[in-house]
């Protein structure tokens, strides 16, 4: 163990950030622990303790305008708040990109005036209603499909902070292994709450643009003979 520790550290290594389109996305659905994100690693990395993790991950509805004319009012499935992490509310109307006439938070809805038509909307927003998030380092089946949860956090405090300012890290200070994500193990996202975490519409065409995830690690350069099992059994050990 100590010298796979000692290999470890002397690998090269880079600082990067694991952004939203480095992950396999999939919708959640309400009421239910969903997996939304997966990142399978290509070769071993460390999660970093000191630098910020960003997650905001937006509710979605759709609506149909009445193809009047007039300014309508639509009322949101869950509670909209405004976010310093992103952009509170996208709208799309027959996938093109537009602006509401306004928008209400204290009764969680939007006006918006369509062009004589009937328009689809999509609307990807950011909520505080309730929804966990939880991040998970899992081996691949081959070594036990063991997993770890190594972050979790309320997103509906996330989504009202400015996570600049007010940061969530990583805390991994259990044991020397605890970070690390060796070859082919996957990092797994997981929300669980009153609504469903969505990226995408395929109906429309669209995605949240507004939405967030971001995450600080250290790309290891090589492999390192026997890490996964390493990783495995500290795991185990400690859980």
Known sequence: MQGIIKELAQMPAT???LERD???HHNGEAGSRSL???FRAPNPLVLRSDRPIRVVITAFDSFTTDGSGNSQTFELSHDLVESPQSQDLIIFADGARVKPDAVDYDADSFDYTDGGAGEDLAVYYISGADCEIEIEKQAPSSQGSVSERVFEEPLSLLHQRDQDEQPRYFELGASPLQAVVPRKWRLNVY???EYGATWDDETTGTSARNAVLSLPYKQ???EVNGLGRAVAHDTVNRS
Do not use: C
Request: charged content about 25%; glycine content about 20%; proline content about 7%.
């Open 15 to 17: 600082p990067a950030r």
């Open 22 to 24: 480095s992950f396999d």
């Open 36 to 38: 939304v994100a997966s």
């Open 191 to 193: 929300a669980d709450g």
């Open 220 to 222: 290891g350069r090589g």
